[in-house]
């Protein structure tokens, strides 16, 4: 509780602060409105310009005029240029309406104004409403009234912290968690889209003055580097596109909670469960579930500090879907490996989590949806789940992960054997995307060095666009060829097709092959794990001969085909297929003849 007050204590100052801006505004509004009955007449201006103010960082502009005017035979003196008072620098408004007032003072001009004529000693000049000023305070309005209210809502909505360590919770800490009470869990589509809406508009409030001020600085002053700023505005259009996606998704496919079998899912036993969609069965549509485990956890000190997340493991497969009383009903089920972390299972600033995600491309708007579900070690089965629908999922998947590994490896038989080649190119997308991220962080640090004399700074921001852009080229353009002769195995790595690195291993010393994360990418809430395929002979030396597959699943799968093509027959161990293990080992290894 004092917590909660100490809390609230600090969020009414952000709140106070958006409440006093609201009333700003609204004053301004309702001021302008009532003036729109006030009479005009003519006023001879007695001065008129503007202020300059000089700050430390900015100069400050303020417009005064002193005029006479004349109201049913009596003579009154204003000085009231707008509906604000003050000087400000928020756009050319001061300035341009001062210049106005002097250019007529000097000339000997009469002006009009606007009187109350309930209270003709009151007059003004300008009574519109100033938009850009609109626009500014309402930043303050929305950011800081936002984050205030915002802050309330949490700290009075959330849960005074539980003793987990109470004999209530000993066999259950999922319960803890609100939103794990049954096992029906919920998507976070719904709060995606709010916060997606919410992001979205206060960034683009926050922009919103930008094309304004690139205008004076580009066109006025040809200072054409302010051309930058045009990537708020369009990184706000994209923002908005999102926002009305997120929209779109959860107006066609409404809720579409999962429901668990086993309730938590297990480690070292199953994850599995059925999604109810309200959508018509179409049989050509495939469903992709990928279940991730991931540390959270806080990177860096002091005001560098933020959080990040690390995927630990992965496996995707195709949900067997059918039709349903209300639509198209989904089946799914995974193997949880043993050894894995506890669902939010919190210590300090470090926690894990696992996260569903399900997809499917379709025509109109594509599926969506990322769930939290709690997974804890309980050894558990599912019960209810249909045999058939959890083994068609596995057989949609088997055929899923084949197509996926015969994009990525080629298979060539000739005169000079068999060879699988890992061509250059795979991945484009990502690779160029990395080269992308890395140039603009490379330019930033050469335009902090060069333009700005910041070498610290633009090292930093050049060194990491540096690495991240060479290690992007560099999967782009190499390439791996492995073959097998009569000896054993080899493989060639190629840069732009030159050869940099030969190696061999022998048939008679390998051991068995192993799966490594050889590196990962993130988008949102949704990670991929990318896995490299390793080969280990009986003095644990490595080769690699395979790489880039996508999830446990598909790397499984590569497996599977590399040890056809590298001519070994293993008898394997039926629950390696679908549960990921440290290692996948053979009991028994001969030449393929």
Do not use: C
Request: no cysteine.
């Amino acid at each position: 509780m004092k917590g909660k007050i100490f809390g609230s204590l600090f969020a009414l100052l952000f709140f106070g602060v958006g409440v006093w801006m609201l009333w700003s505004i609204s004053d301004g509004f309702i001021e302008s409105f009532h003036m729109q009955s006030w009479v005009q007449v003519e006023a001879q201006l007695l001065r008129g310009g503007y202020d300059t103010h000089s700050g430390d960082d900015s100069n400050t502009y303020e417009a005064f005029a002193k005029y006479r005017y004349t109201y049913l035979g009596d003579s009154f003196v204003g000085t009231r240029v707008s509906l604000g008072s003050g000087a400000d620098n928020i756009g050319d408004y001061q300035v341009d309406i001062g210049r106005n007032l002097s250019s007529a003072h000097a000339s000997g001009e009469t002006i009009l104004v606007f009187v109350d004529p309930d209270n003709p000693a009151e007059a003004v000049i300008d009574r519109g409403v100033r938009w850009g000023m609109v626009g500014f305070k309402s930043i303050f309005l929305f950011v800081f009234g936002g984050f205030g209210l915002g802050l309330l809502v949490v700290m009075w909505r959330a849960r005074t912290e539980q003793d987990k360590s109470g004999a209530e919770h000993a066999d259950s800490p999922w319960l803890l968690n609100d939103a794990w009470q049954t096992a029906t869990i919920r998507s976070s589509s719904r709060s995606a889209m709010i916060g997606a809406w919410i992001f979205a508009g206060i960034w683009n409030l926050i922009s919103a003055p930008m094309p304004f001020v690139m205008y004076r600085e580009v066109i006025e002053k040809e200072n054409y580097i302010a051309l930058v700023g045009l990537l708020f505005t369009i990184v706000g259009m994209g923002l908005l596109v999102w926002a009305i996606v997120r929209t779109l998704e959860w107006r066609r496919f409404g809720a579409a909670p999962v429901s668990l079998d086993p309730f938590p899912g297990s480690i070292g036993g199953h994850v599995g469960g059925t999604i109810d969609l309200n959508l018509p069965f179409d049989a050509a549509t495939r469903f992709k579930l990928t279940l991730t485990h991931i540390h959270s956890y806080i990177s860096g000190s002091g005001k560098n500090r933020s959080q990040k997340q690390k995927a630990l493991w992965q496996d995707t497969l195709i949900a067997h879907a059918e039709p349903a009383s209300r639509g198209t009903r989904l089946t799914f089920r995974f193997d949880a490996p043993e050894g894995m972390h506890e669902s939010d299972v919190e210590h300090d600033d470090s926690y894990y989590l696992w996260r569903l995600n399900l997809t499917a491309e379709m025509a109109g708007t594509d599926l969506d949806r990322n769930y939290d579900i709690p997974v804890y070690a309980t050894a558990q089965q599912s019960q209810h789940l249909s045999s058939y629908a959890v083994e068609k999922s596995r057989a949609e998947q088997s055929v899923a992960a084949d197509q996926s590994i015969l994009k990525i490896v080629q298979i060539i038989h000739d005169a000079s054997g068999r060879r699988m080649v890992y061509p250059p190119g795979r991945h484009l997308g990502l690779s160029i995307g990395g080269v992308v991220f890395g140039a603009i962080f490379a330019a930033v640090g050469w335009y902090l060095i060069v333009t700005e004399g910041q070498p610290i700074f633009g090292s930093v921001f050049g060194g990491i666009g540096a690495l991240v852009a060479s290690f992007a080229l560099y999967t782009m353009i190499n390439s791996l060829e492995v073959s097998r002769n009569n000896s054993g195995f080899e493989t060639i790595r190629r840069v732009l097709g030159i050869p940099i690195r030969r190696k061999h291993m022998l048939r008679s010393a390998f051991d068995h092959f192993t799966k490594h994360s050889s590196f990962q990418s993130q988008s949102g809430n949704k990670h991929d794990i990318y896995y490299s395929i390793i080969a280990v002979d009986s003095e644990g030396n490595r080769l690699v001969v395979g790489e880039g597959f996508k999830g446990q699943s598909e790397a499984n799968a590569a497996i599977r085909l590399i040890s056809e093509e590298l001519g070994l027959r293993a008898v394997s161990d039926e629950r390696n297929d679908h549960r990921d293990t440290a290692s996948l080992r053979f009991n028994a290894l001969a030449p393929d003849n």
